[in-house]
Each structure stands twice: as C-alpha cells, then as structure tokens.
C-alpha cells in the first residue's frame, strides 16, 4: 500500500511569491491534514479536510488556504510569503472511524523562502 | 492550548529505561504519540484513550491519568532505533477529530550505544 506522496519535496521561494503544495494520501484514506513544522514553534496544526470540506482550521493568516479534491487528494496554497513561512510543511492522511485513529505522514515539503 | 512536554531532551545508553511525560491544561479525552527520527516523517506509537483503552505499538507502553490531565510514555531497554523526537498530540474539544492533533513541543530522546 503505497504511503502519503508529498510533492514537491523541496522549494526555494523569494518573499511575495506564492506557492502550492500537493498530498496524495493513502488510497481509501477521506481525511487529509496538514501540519506546519519549524524549529521554534513544533508542529502546528493548518487544516483539516474531510470528503472535500473543511472541517477544521488552525490559527494561521487567510495566506494560508487549502483545498481537497474529490479523489482526496488536496492541497495548500500560500500567498504573499514571508520569511517566517520558511517550514516543513506535512500533510497527513487518514481514516476516521476506522483503526487506531492513527495519521499517516507524508515525508513533507520543505519551502525555504528568501 | 499546547500540551507540555518533560523532559525536553534525554540521552540514554541502549539497554536503559526513559520516561516521557505530557501535561495539558485542558481536559484530555485521549493522548496520542508520535515518533519523529531526523529527516523523516512523524510516524504513530500510539493512542491513549479515556477508560483506560490503549491502542498501538506493543512494545512500548504509556498511561493516561484523566484526572492529572497527564500521560506517559514508557521506553524500556532502549535500543538505538528509539532515538527521535518524541511527540505527544490532543485532539480538539470533544475529542472527535484525530486529524487535528495540538503537539506538545517535543522530548528529544538519544540513545548511544
């Protein structure tokens, strides 16, 4: 069974751009969330999506948006970036109700912004 | 509110024991942890469940006090593969959503041979 794919795995950004990451989470996973990793704050919560809806949402600017696809595939889109967004971004996958409750990471993206 | 960690950082020898603990402020409907080894992803150890309900990894083992708001992670005879920063995650209020998970801040944990 093949785990969650993070594309790109890594990016080089300058300060205004904007940028789109991509998950594909485990086949017959509906639940997609990503997560935000830096040195100084941990992993920090993003958002949630479930059969293309958004169920929750952390405490990051409106730059930060996401979306999920019919194939539970999603995305994450920043706008306008800042330095601060520099991170590993990880996008987890998986299947509520179902096991152990466990999330499945992907190996994450790695967006350096200049 | 992030849940706390103790401690932030231990070095072991293999063969010796190690406790991690995570404290939360708010009530706790289950506990769950995650191992991260430099360079890769989070991957799940396990999850604490009120009632005293434990799911995951069988040779690592972990409580959960509801009423201390508290839960620990028990590694005995470290091997070198236990090495990794350790997580513990809290689900929202009402404990629903396992997708989203409020990370304490991590205990490094080295294990040299």
């Known amino acids: 069974k093949a785990g969650v794919t993070q594309t790109p795995r890594y990016l080089i950004k300058t300060r205004g751009q904007q940028v789109t990451l991509s998950c594909s989470p485990i086949s017959g996973h509906r639940s997609v969330s990503w997560y935000q990793q830096t040195p100084g704050q941990g992993l920090q919560f993003l958002f949630e999506y479930f059969s293309e809806t958004q169920r929750n949402k952390g405490n990051f600017p409106g730059r930060f948006s996401g979306r999920q696809f019919s194939n539970s595939r999603s995305e994450m889109n920043v706008s306008t970036l800042e330095l601060g967004d520099s991170a590993l971004y990880l996008c987890a996958s998986s299947s509520p109700g179902q096991g152990t409750g466990e999330l499945f990471f992907g190996e994450g993206s790695r967006l350096t912004v200049l | 509110q992030q849940p706390v960690q103790s401690p932030q950082a231990v070095i072991l020898r293999e063969g010796e024991d190690a406790v991690i603990n995570c404290s939360s402020s708010k009530a706790l409907y289950s506990v769950h942890w995650y191992r991260q080894k430099h360079g890769e992803a989070p991957v799940f150890l396990m999850i604490?469940?009120?009632?005293?309900e434990q799911k995951g990894h069988e040779k690592i083992s972990a409580s959960f006090n509801e009423k201390k708001q508290q839960s620990s992670l028990y590694l005995t005879a470290s091997q070198l593969s236990y090495s990794g920063t350790y997580f513990c995650?809290?689900?929202?209020?009402?404990?629903?959503?396992?997708?989203?998970?409020?990370f304490g801040q991590g205990t490094i944990l080295t294990v040299h041979p």
């Open positions: 995650g809290t689900p929202n209020a009402g404990g629903t959503s396992y997708g989203k998970l409020t």
């Open positions: 604490l469940l009120k009632g005293g």
